[in-house]
Nanobody
């Protein structure tokens, strides 16, 4: 499956953005979908993940209550709604997919497929 992330851009602190991750070459049903982010010179870190079977999101502590992951299997797309954005959220965001039903996958090595990044910049 190929993943295409989009929706990044420039926003003021406190604002919102919605990232999208569109899949092609296969259906995301049956996949665990995740969002990660990476700052220059740092390791890619987990942001959120969702399982198709229960549609429940798991989040890293720093985004809980601000970000919401969701999926629309009919559109073969996963979203990351980001609210109350902070300057420290300014990094490149990546979507990823892992075949199966395991919940709470948080490591980059858990995921098999990756999209290209989309840059989010939050101005203070």
């Amino acid at each position: 499956v190929q993943l295409q992330a989009s929706g990044g851009g420039l926003v003021q602190a406190g604002g919102s953005l919605r990232l999208s991750c569109s899949a092609s070459g296969g259906t995301i049903s049956g996949y665990v979908m995740g969002w990660f982010r990476q700052a220059p010179g740092k390791e890619r870190e987990f942001v959120a993940t969702i399982v198709w079977s229960d549609n429940y999101g798991y989040y890293t502590d720093s985004v809980k209550g601000r970000f919401t992951i969701s999926r629309d299997d009919a559109k073969n797309t996963v979203y990351l709604q980001m609210n109350t954005l902070k300057p420290e959220d300014s990094v490149v965001y990546y979507c990823a997919a892992s075949p199966g039903l395991r919940v709470g996958l948080r490591k980059t090595t858990d995921y098999k497929y990756w999209g290209q990044g989309t840059l989010v910049t939050v101005s203070s």
